[in-house]
T-cell receptor
Framework: EPEVTQTPSHQVTQMGQEVILRCVPI?????FYWYRQILGQKVEFLVS????????KSEIFDDQFSVERPDGSNFTLKIRSTKLEDSAMYFC???????????FGQGTRLTVV | KNQVEQSPQSLIILEGKNCTLQ??????????LRWYKQDTGRGPVSLTI?????NTKSNGRYTATLDADTKQSSLHITASQLSDSASYIC????????????FGAGTILRVKS
């Protein structure tokens, strides 16, 4: 069964460093998303991406964040100059249509020390 | 303000018993309401999706209901199994924000033998 895959599963980084979280969405999906979940808190929407551009972003997704689809398969989230409060699980998701079921990856646990 | 509230926060039941989880939302206008199951440290997995016009939807032992007038939804789990232990998250899709998913905090269900 097709699935969304994320790498790495766990990343530890020093405060101020840049990290890139990688995702391979399901191959025939056209809509891509990033979410984050701080430990013990709700899942929060970060950004949606369609047709090689951002279609929606939340207040959390400031200039520190960027997304890219560098090739036909990968979808990346870059976090520049990480802060302690960026520590969270980051989930990538994809869907065929924007209002249909979104399939989530297993997440990348980012720990900023 | 667009919010999704779930109750109870946590629940412990014996294997084989039924349970019902509640979700109230203020998201408007909405496209659809979804219930997800999230195992610890994993990505959410979709259980049901209901549009505005649907009152009930089943997926095996999971049955979701929706009352769009009162903005309430429930997820009923029958004949619970140990593997049902997880967080169950109610998600409402917000039409105004290009189908941004608004997540509830989840109900943590623990099924005991």
């Amino acid at each position: 069964e097709p699935e969304v895959t994320q790498t790495p599963s766990h990343q530890v980084t020093q405060m101020g460093q840049e990290v890139i979280l990688r995702c391979v969405p399901i191959s025939n999906h056209l809509y891509f998303y990033w979410y984050r979940q701080i430990l013990g808190q709700k899942v929060e929407f970060l950004v949606s991406f369609y047709n090689n551009e951002i279609s929606e972003k939340s207040e959390i997704f400031d200039d520190q964040f960027s997304v890219e689809r560098p090739d036909g398969s990968n979808f990346t989230l870059k976090i520049r100059s990480t802060k302690l409060e960026d520590s969270a699980m980051y989930f990538c998701a994809s869907s065929v249509e924007d209002d249909l079921e979104a399939f989530f990856g297993q997440g990348t646990r980012l720990t900023v020390v | 303000k667009n919010q999704v509230e779930q109750s109870p926060q946590s629940l412990i039941i014996l294997e084989g018993k039924n349970c019902t989880l509640q979700c109230n939302y203020t998201v408007s206008p909405f496209s659809n309401l979804r219930w997800y199951k999230q195992d610890t440290g994993r990505g959410p997995v979709s259980l049901t999706i209901m549009t505005f016009s649907e009152n009930t939807k089943s997926n095996g032992r999971y049955t979701a209901t929706l009352d769009a007038d009162t903005k309430q939804s429930s997820l009923h789990i029958t004949a619970s199994q140990l593997s049902d232990s997880a967080s169950y998250i109610c998600v409402v899709v917000n039409l105004e924000y290009g189908n941004k998913l608004v997540f509830g905090a989840g109900t943590i269900l623990r099924v005991k033998s």
